[in-house]
């Protein structure tokens, strides 16, 4: 298999990193992720991950709390997953860094993107944590917007579903999957890539999105060597 793209952003949910639990991390899960993550670096492409933080803590559910505080709250929990990512890749012999849009010298590099894009030229795996260190905005919108700040090639979303559908087909059976999209597609019916700030965002820079499922981790050395899997968003078709 050979690499159809030099440089991705990874999107991983934190829903992805708990396994078969509902809450935290499962560590033999995020190895099983962390492997064929391994063998792209090791065909050769350079790998950006984004981690969401929905397997401790969701800010736009908490119900009472300030959303600004809630959303901060948020930013740490993805710093954990973060970590717990890092440490699976490092296992595996896989040299990483970790960069945090809000300062936590102790734990993790700030995120300065020439030094990231560094990184990545020298073959290590980056991982951003905290988003992008501002309240309102989704672990999805910071994965594009790190995507546009390196010049990733393509964001890789990989979810708990096997790409796009015009419903949930968790609760209408007669959900119908779509191959390919174009990025209007997804804004003019709300259809639920991602947000439509990071919708939007993608669009305006050209990225391109493949939602594929992570179910089986091995999808993300096909996503990266472009075997025909789960829904790609692209530019009007």
């Known amino acids: 298999m050979q690499p159809k793209y030099k440089r991705v952003l990874l999107k991983l949910s934190g829903e992805s990193l708990a396994g078969q639990e509902s809450h935290g991390i499962d560590f033999d899960t995020v190895l099983k992720i962390c492997k064929p993550i391994k063998e792209c670096v090791d065909m050769g492409t350079e790998i950006a991950i984004v981690v969401g933080g929905g397997n401790f803590w969701r800010g736009r559910s908490s119900g009472k709390m300030d959303r600004t505080r809630a959303d901060h709250m948020g930013m740490l929990a993805t710093t954990i997953n973060a970590l717990g990512v890092a440490d699976a890749l490092e296992q595996l012999g896989v040299t990483v860094r970790v960069q945090t849009a809000i300062s936590m010298q102790q734990v993790a590099e700030p995120y300065i993107r020439n030094r990231a894009v560094r990184h990545l030229e020298k073959g290590r795996v980056v991982v951003f944590g905290c988003g992008t260190g501002n309240p309102f905005f989704s672990t999805d919108t910071a994965a594009s917007l790190r995507a ?38 997804v804004l003019n019916r709300d259809l639920k890539v991602m947000d439509s700030t990071a919708a939007s965002m ?31 968003v692209k530019e009007d078709m």
């Not at 700040?149 to 990989?158: H, Q, S």
């Not at 949930?168 to 059976?173: A, F, G, S, T, Y």
């Not at 993608?202 to 996503?223: G, R, T």
């Open 148 to 185: 546009a700040e390196i010049d990733a090639d393509i964001i890789l979303k990989a979810t708990m579903v096997d790409g796009v559908y015009d419903s949930d087909p968790k609760k209408n059976p007669d959900a119908v999957k779509f191959d390919s999209l174009s990025f209007m597609d």
């Open 202 to 232: 993608c669009k305006d820079n050209h990225i391109p999105i493949l939602v594929f499922s992570i179910d089986d981790p091995e999808n993300i050395k096909k996503a990266v060597c472009g075997e025909a899997i789960g829904t790609i």
